[in-house]
């Protein structure tokens, strides 16, 4: 089992910059990618950033709307995953979940979420 939590999430205006985190414990030697996702009101939860570690070499990727203003990264002496956020947009307003797992595996865990508001 791996436990994710999340936290960083706030109110902030247009144009503003947040870093939510993802504290992870438990049997966190499995996971090998780490997601970023969010669920914006009457929206399904869409991906926002990923990144794989070990064999993998530590690749991000990220969704279209977001390239060039959001990055993750894992700081592994405190098994915590970010997410950096800056310029935002009354758009990326959602609730921000971590996601972790092993890929070609159905394990994959869900942190509880964290509210990102940004206003106009």
């Known amino acids: 089992q791996v436990q994710l939590v999340e936290s960083g999430g706030g109110l902030v205006q247009a144009g503003g910059s947040l870093r939510l985190s993802c504290a992870a414990s438990?049997?966190?030697?499995?996971?090998?990618?780490w997601r970023w996702y969010r669920q914006a009101p009457g929206k399904q939860r869409e991906l926002v950033a990923g990144?794989?570690?070990?064999?993998?070499?530590?690749?991000?990727d990220y969704a279209d709307p977001v390239k060039g203003r959001f990055t993750i990264f894992r700081d592994n002496s405190k098994n915590t995953m970010y997410l950096q956020m800056k310029s935002l947009k009354p758009e990326d307003t959602a609730v921000y979940y971590c996601?972790?797992?092993?890929?070609?595996?159905?394990?994959?865990?869900w942190g509880q979420g964290t509210q990102v508001t940004v206003s106009s």
């Open positions: 996601n972790a797992g092993r890929l070609g595996s159905s394990d994959f865990y």
């Open positions: 438990g049997s966190i030697f499995r996971i090998n990618v």
């Open positions: 990144i794989t570690v070990g064999q993998f070499g530590g690749n991000t």
